[in-house]
């Protein structure tokens, strides 16, 4: 019988790609979605055929056991999230009830509706914030640097206390920054490649950004679904840094980015303090050596392959939406 999988936050760029890994291999998917949710089905419309959208939100324990009981998954994967780091300073109690208590609400849930039921938590690089060592691993204290690193810190000691206190299934993966064409355009990945589309297309003629020296460890969100999934289905639960051990600065992703189109960033990039965060987090580099010697997880896509698909991906939209 085909396994079933749950995912909360399926309408985001990882529920998407983990949504079309899963179904690759035969699992009955089924995505939990608010009914108020901004965020519309786009990213999923390719797929939305094939997988089955149910109403619930984190914010209402009791939907989510009504939601297990009726649709009996093997899997869920909580990937719903307040996610932007720079909202979670404007909106920092909702950021707490979503990212960090709405864990709470799930993994009560299944502990009534099913404890049987194996759960993965999507924990966060920007737990370790201002970085008391380099690289960062699994056993790296936390530091975070903002209301949304300080709730992905609840969740996550929440899913640890959970599967110590009720033997659950539940794992953590310490995912680092994950890119892809899907990524939303407030991230700064996706706001450099698309500008540089449009800078290329004749549309604007600059791009202003904030801490170009700012460091991070990008990889490709569909290599880091691949290593959710392999998380749920080891013998044991536990927690594991995702990430690509390499570190790029903002400047450098600029300078990939332009020069997939044969522009000189130095000519449109401009410095405007309104995007220097509060408190910034400097310098994240993970090792995914755990995940990789425990999982057998490997990446297949690189920094600069990563932003030139992505480069080449709002080449193509900027060139749909002129046309």
């Known amino acids: 019988m085909a396994k079933r999988a749950l995912i909360t936050g399926i309408t985001g760029q990882d529920g998407s790609y983990l ?28 797929i939305e055929d094939r997988i089955k959208l149910v109403g619930g939100d984190l914010l209402d324990e009791g939907s989510m056991i009504t939601m297990l009981v009726d649709e009996k998954p093997d899997e869920v994967y909580n990937l719903a999230a307040q996610s932007f780091v720079q909202t979670s300073f404007s909106q920092p109690v909702l950021t ?26 999507a924990s966060s690089s920007e737990m370790f914030g201002k970085v008391l060592e380099v690289p960062q691993r699994e056993t790296t204290p936390f530091y975070p640097r903002s209301p949304y690193g300080v709730a992905k810190v609840y969740g996550h000691w929440i899913t640890v206390n959970y599967r110590e206190s009720y033997d659950l299934h539940a794992s953590s993966g310490i995912l680092f920054n994950h890119e892809s064409p899907r990524r939303g355009l407030e991230f700064v990945t996706r706001k450099v490649t698309y500008a540089v589309a449009r800078i290329k297309a004749g549309l604007q003629d600059q791009l202003a950004l904030g ?113």
Not at 27 to 33: A, C, D, K, Q, R
Not at 107 to 115: G, H, S, V, Y
Request: hydrophobic content about 45%.
């Open 19 to 46: 949504a079309e890994f899963l179904l690759e291999r035969d699992y009955e998917v089924i995505g939990m979605v608010r009914r108020s949710s901004t965020e519309g089905l786009e990213r999923i419309a390719h």
């Open 96 to 121: 707490a009830k979503t990212t960090a208590v709405g864990v709470t609400r799930m993994l009560d849930a299944i502990r009534f509706a099913n404890p049987e039921i194996r759960f993965y938590q």
């Open 211 to 323: 801490n170009l020296d700012a460091q991070r460890d990008w990889g490709f969100a569909a290599d880091y679904v691949d290593a959710m999934w392999r998380m749920v289905q080891a013998d044991t639960p536990d927690d594991y840094v995702i990430a690509t051990g390499e570190t790029h600065s903002v400047r450098e992703l600029c300078e990939v980015a332009f020069n997939a189109v044969g522009l000189n960033m130095e000519d449109h990039v401009v410095l405007d303090e309104q995007f220097l965060r509060p408190a910034e987090v400097d310098l994240l580099v993970g090792d995914p050596s755990k995940a990789e010697e425990k999982l057998g997880w490997e990446r297949n896509v690189g920094f600069r392959q990563l932003v030139e698909m992505m480069v080449e991906s709002d080449l193509a939209l900027v060139h749909r939406q002129q046309n």
